[in-house]
């Protein structure tokens, strides 16, 4: 029951007391705003780091050709893998079950584009029409490659954003115009933009058989991309994808008669077993912010069951009255808790309103390849403002069950 009296009481005791009430709660303040700017700390992290992912399909799987180093049924050293048109046709159908977008890639990193007086260097890439979505790129005009243009060896290009900037300017169109790329004229039927900026923009696709015989290469490529098919439970998603490339690497191996436990001859980057390791990194590290800001906590609290021992000490006399006058024990505990658990929530509630004015004004202007936008959502807050009431409590209770066992006449006869 709401009682004026106690609040006079509570407000009095504070009031006679305001160096030691004000250090008090600048102690209980600074735990949770430490608390609070750890933890948009670390949700900076992880916004980071899937910011990164955001650049291509998360559950993406590339493999490169490398070079032998170890010997193999007579084939010695050194050997250079070279991938071809039959290694991604046969890959996809034997494991055609997990697959969800595939792509062979020749790619040239040098390519010279011109159009009209403006020339630029960007990288070429034949492809495939899914690796469009492999590689989480959106057309903002026109159209990605399709497979006529892979069947009739079209000579059509799709540009990215910061190539149509480069090249077209004073507002020209870029669809249906003629580049010529390393020597070859290319028609513009698409324009793309990528989650990874001005650097994935960077880059013109045209189809791959048409690369292919631009390039002379035969049937040559320079690697394979997949994404899987999605799984909703993470784990399994990532057990899929280590069998898969566990599969795809054997066949390859086998296929090019590389020894099984040659780690030089095939590179293979597993994006989704890469997001696992690094979101167990950036769990521990949130974990181990909460272990800092708990306990930083904690030292705040031991303040307040300190102050909250030296009240009842000084209040004895007052104590042992209101008990002698009928007082019960649980009206003397819930007179003390109720002094702690104020000045732990006010002090407390203070320091996490200051540390997040401090990610809103701060926050929007932090921005770095691996930490974006720290912030603390909602049910952080709300998880800290219980363990405030929880801490105010806990501080509160030995002193209180001091307080309840005190006998009367001893009270008195102390005094």
């Given at each position: 029951m709401f009682s004026i009296e106690r609040w006079q009481e509570i407000f009095e005791g504070l009031y006679k007391n305001k160096l030691r009430t004000v250090l008090t709660g600048v102690s209980v303040a600074s735990g949770i705003f430490i608390l609070v700017i750890l933890l948009g700390a670390g949700n900076g992290i992880q916004n980071g780091i899937q910011k990164q992912f955001e650049q291509d399909a998360v559950n993406r799987i590339s493999i490169w050709p490398g070079v032998t180093q170890k010997e193999f049924n007579g084939l010695g050293i050194g050997r250079e893998i070279q991938l071809r048109n039959s290694d991604y046709d046969m890959a996809t159908t034997l494991l055609a079950e997990y697959i969800e977008y595939k792509s062979a890639i020749y790619s040239v990193w040098s390519g010279n584009i011109v159009f009209k007086k403006e020339t630029g260097t960007y990288r070429v890439e034949g492809v495939h029409p899914d690796y469009q979505f492999i590689e989480n790129a959106s057309i903002s005009k026109g159209?990605?490659?399709?497979?006529?243009?892979?069947?009739?060896?079209?000579?059509?290009?799709?540009?990215?954003?910061?190539?149509?900037?480069?090249?077209?300017?004073?507002?020209?169109?870029?669809?249906?115009?003629?580049?010529?790329?390393?020597?070859?004229?290319?028609?513009?039927?698409?324009?793309?933009?990528?989650p990874g900026g001005e650097r994935e923009e960077s880059r013109v696709f045209i189809p791959i058989s048409t690369a292919q015989r631009a390039y002379s290469a035969g049937d040559k490529i320079r690697s394979i991309s997949f994404t899987l098919k999605k799984n909703s439970n993470f784990d399994k998603a990532v057990a899929e994808s280590h069998e898969f490339t566990q599969k795809l690497e054997t066949f390859l191996k086998a296929r090019h008669t590389i020894a099984p436990d040659d780690e030089g001859a095939l590179y293979i980057n597993n994006s989704l077993e890469q997001a696992k390791n690094i979101y167990i990194i950036t769990g521990g590290v949130k974990a181990f912010f909460w272990f800092v800001g708990i306990c930083t906590i904690i030292a705040g609290v031991v303040g307040v069951g300190n102050i909250m021992l030296i009240i009842v000490k000084e209040r004895t006399k007052e104590i042992g009255i209101r008990k002698a006058l009928g007082a019960s024990p649980l009206s003397i505990i819930t007179m003390i808790l109720q002094e702690a658990v104020f000045i732990t929530v006010i002090a407390g509630f203070s320091g996490l309103i200051f540390g997040l004015l401090v990610w809103e004004l701060v926050g929007p202007s932090?921005?770095?390849?691996?930490?974006?936008?720290?912030?603390?959502?909602?049910?952080?807050?709300?998880?800290?403002?219980?363990?405030?009431?929880?801490?105010?409590?806990?501080?509160?209770?030995?002193?209180?069950?001091?307080?309840?066992?005190?006998?009367?006449?001893?009270?008195?006869?102390g005094e």
């Open positions: 159209r990605f490659i399709n497979q006529a243009d892979i069947n009739h060896y079209e000579k059509s290009v799709i540009i990215g954003q910061k190539v149509a900037t480069d090249l077209f300017k004073n507002g020209e169109e870029p669809l249906g115009q003629e580049l010529n790329v390393s020597g070859m004229i290319y028609k513009v039927v698409g324009v793309f933009t990528d932090v921005e770095a390849d691996f930490f974006t936008h720290p912030e603390v959502d909602f049910n952080v807050a709300i998880t800290t403002l219980i363990i405030l009431i929880v801490a105010g409590a806990f501080a509160g209770f030995v002193p209180a069950y001091r307080a309840a066992k005190i006998r009367p006449i001893v009270a008195l006869r």
